[in-house]
């Protein structure tokens, strides 16, 4: 069982994503404070309304790897899906936000990763495949995994998103686009930082780079900060900016950090 009990956690996500990981947290007993070191930007670009629209209509899975690449999707598209498009998620933040926004999902990914997604759509694509018959000029008895390959993707995602997903499609032979509807932006720097010290924090939850970049831009670090990041992406850009990494979750996502929390302990 986790000892709770006077354990305050700083949480560094955009102001919604900290909010809701707040919710979470109080009820397992922790104290949290919440410091938003990043901001959202969803792009409006006539153009990717009219790219969106138009591959959306024709694509086979739609795959997204955010609740803020669903919000974006949503307000930039705005049209409902067809009817036989499939919708893919790469963790249950996501799926629930594609469930609630897009009224449907197909698969939602058991990992909580790019790569752990992208074997999942390979599954099922290929089950999708023996499904149906061979289109004419396909030959015969080409198995499903020359037939799988029809299926056409739509990567939804950041700008400064990981190409794990789409290099990983790729490799499979998996057609596929990817179209950036936001991106994620570090918070300007203070004219006066918050204290580090100040906070009494037991652990600082990273959840990405830009995080990490914010935390640094918000906080003037005047003790030793006991930093828990979700994975290695964002464990490398901790040690870049010259800091050690307190723990490392095993998986990515809030259960993960708690757990990688508990050897802190």
Known sequence: MRNTEGKRIVLTRSAGDCADWAGRLE??????????????EIFGEPALRQTLAAEAGSADWLVFTSRRGVEAFVALHGAPLPADTKVAAVGEATAAAAGALLGR???????????ALAGELQSAIAERAVERPPVAGEAAGGGAASRGTRDRLLLVVAENAAA????MLERAGIARNRVNVYRTVPVSPASEKTALSSLAADGIFLAS??????????????????????????SAAVRARGFEVAAEAPTPGLEGMLEAMQCLN
């Open 209 to 234: 780079p830009t995080a990490v970049e914010g935390f640094v831009n918000r906080v003037d670090i005047d003790v030793e900060p006991k930093f828990v990041t979700i994975g290695p992406s964002t």
């Open 27 to 40: 009820t397992l007993g922790y104290e949290t404070v919440i410091l938003p070191c990043i901001d959202c």
């Open 105 to 115: 999902i197909d698969l939602t990914g058991r990992g909580g990763t790019a790569a």
């Open 164 to 167: 794990t997903l789409e290099t």
